[in-house]
T-cell receptor, first 111, second 115 residues
Framework: GDSVTQMEGPVTLSEEAFLTINCTYT??????LFWYVQYPGEGLQLLLK?????DKGSNKGFEATYRKETTSFHLEKGSVQVSDSAVYFC??????????FGKGTHLIIQP | GAGVSQSPSNKVTEKGKDVELRCDPI?????LYWYRQSLGQGLEFLIY????????KSGLPSDRFSAERTGGSVSTLTIQRTQQEDSAVYLC?????????????FGQGTRLTVV
């Protein structure tokens, strides 16, 4: 079946540090890939997505590139802020199916 | 409403009791999903409704769990004879089309505690 593996947290960084959260997947078909974010006390919301190989999704300074050859969709940001502290979920969806999520990575940014 | 609404926001129940969790999706959204978020376990898919098609129930963990969607809008997730391992946050999401093609919007969730 479909699955998503992402790095375990918590990940603790200082403000302005470079961020990478790794995500790899297995899928029976050709998936769309997503990063969702859950800020403290809020519901999940879409951060970015990519629907085909080599596409780059970007939003709020975050980027992720759909790498079919390595089945990866790593999340990156060049300079993190305290307000980026949240739980980040990598997810995939094949065709009309629901979303399959990773376990989430808790990111803590210290001033 | 403007977003996906779930009720109640918190529910404490005794082991063995039945509970009903409600989800009001965004108006016009044909796809509706239920997920369970347990500590350290990520998001577990439970059930998926798409339009008038038969729901995908492949994620329901046992026959104590059931869900329905009336009139293609409001959905109710029912857990019968609750167990302590059912304690989790239950999330509902809806989307205009299947989530592979468009964004899924999540509600705030219902935190269920079975004591």
């Amino acid at each position: 079946g479909d699955s998503v593996t992402q790095m375990e947290g918590p990940v603790t960084l200082s403000e302005e540090a470079f961020l990478t959260i790794n995500c790899t997947y297995t899928a029976t078909g050709y998936p769309s890939l997503f990063w969702y974010v859950q800020y403290p006390g809020e519901g999940l919301q879409l951060l970015l997505k990519a629907t085909k190989a080599d596409d780059k999704g970007s939003n709020k300074g975050f980027e992720a590139t759909y790498r079919k050859e390595t089945t990866s969709f790593h999340l990156e940001k060049g300079s993190v802020q305290v307000s980026d502290s949240a739980v980040y979920f990598c997810a995939l969806s094949v065709s009309a199916d629901g979303l399959t999520f990773g376990k989430g990575t808790h990111l803590i940014i210290q001033p | 409403g403007a977003g996906v609404s779930q009720s109640p926001s918190n529910k404490v129940t005794e082991k063995g009791k039945d509970v009903e969790l409600r989800c009001d999706p965004i108006s016009g959204h044909t796809a509706l999903y239920w997920y369970r978020q347990s500590l350290g376990q990520g998001l577990e898919f439970l059930i998926y409704f798409q339009g008038n098609s038969a729901p995908d129930k492949s994620g329901l963990p046992s026959d104590r769990f059931s869900a329905e969607r009336t009139g293609g809008s409001v959905s109710t997730l029912t857990i019968q004879r609750t167990q302590q391992e059912d304690s989790a946050v239950y999330l509902c999401a809806s989307s205009l089309a299947p989530s592979g093609y468009t964004e899924a919007f999540f509600g705030q969730g219902t935190r269920l505690t079975v004591v």
